[in-house]
């Protein structure tokens, strides 16, 4: 699996959006993007994944670039809750997905 | 609700005395896997599982045991706890097709300090 780069830290203000970068310059072609987050101690909660197209949903947007070696995820309007370790990962998608292989990630503080 | 629990969600104990972790899902997933975390290393791989009475090795399984005899249990086996099993554990599930196919469900860990 393709290694990814985060920042180690960033700060966010209360109710504006958290754009939180990622590069995985060796992605492979059958390799999606995966974001997760870890809220203090908690067990990782999915965020959400995308393969080349641009996807939102209920939480959060992905923004993939056209040469799929960054991607960027936007928590829209952050909230204090958003404090948390968020972690992008590269892996193979369907049947062949199995074990995430997380870095450090990327600790967002969300501030009032 | 969807769901994957662990118990017990603390535990102490000592050197060498026999431990088990369980793991189960109420989403008839089919992929089960164990997960410890350690400051500065991150989540690593322990076991995992693809289907029932069908297991592997992650990336750091020396001194663990799982077994799958049952679709919704992943029991995490500690027969001879040392030390350095000290550690927070996590189990996780997903499915093998359509949506649960990519969204792995993570347990809420389980602390455990071996003494």
């Known amino acids: 699996d393709a290694k990814t780069t985060q920042p180690p830290s960033m700060d966010c203000a209360e109710g504006r959006a958290a754009n939180l970068p990622c590069n995985h310059s060796?992605?492979?072609?059958?390799?999606?993007v995966y974001w997760y987050r870890q809220i203090h101690s908690q067990g990782p909660q999915y965020i959400i994944h995308?393969?080349?197209n641009n996807e939102t949903n209920e939480m959060a947007s992905l923004i993939i670039t056209e040469d799929r070696k960054s991607s960027t995820l936007i928590l829209p309007h952050a909230t204090l809750r958003d404090t948390a370790v968020y972690y992008c990962?590269?892996?193979?998608?369907?049947?062949?997905?199995?074990?995430?292989?997380f870095g450090q990630g990327t600790i967002l503080t969300v501030h009032p | 609700e969807a769901q994957v629990t662990q118990n017990p969600r603390y535990l102490i104990t000592v050197t060498g005395k026999k431990l088990t972790v369980t793991c189960s899902q109420n989403?008839?997933?089919?992929?089960m896997s164990w997960y410890r975390q350690d400051p500065g290393l991150g989540l690593r791989q322990i076991y995992y599982?693809?289907?029932?009475?069908?297991?592997d090795k992650g990336d750091v399984p020396e001194g663990y045991k799982v077994s799958r005899k049952e679709k919704r249990n992943f029991p995490l086996i500690l027969e001879s706890p040392s030390p350095n099993q000290t550690s927070l554990y996590f189990c996780a599930s997903r499915g093998q097709s359509g949506r649960s196919s990519y969204e792995q469900y993570f347990g809420p860990g389980t602390r455990l300090t071996v003494t």
């Open positions: 990962i590269v892996a193979t998608g369907g049947t062949s997905y199995g074990k995430l292989t």
């Open positions: 060796t992605i492979s072609g059958n390799e999606y």
């Open positions: 599982s693809m289907n029932v009475e069908v297991t």
């Open positions: 989403m008839n997933h089919e992929y």
């Open positions: 995308g393969l080349k």
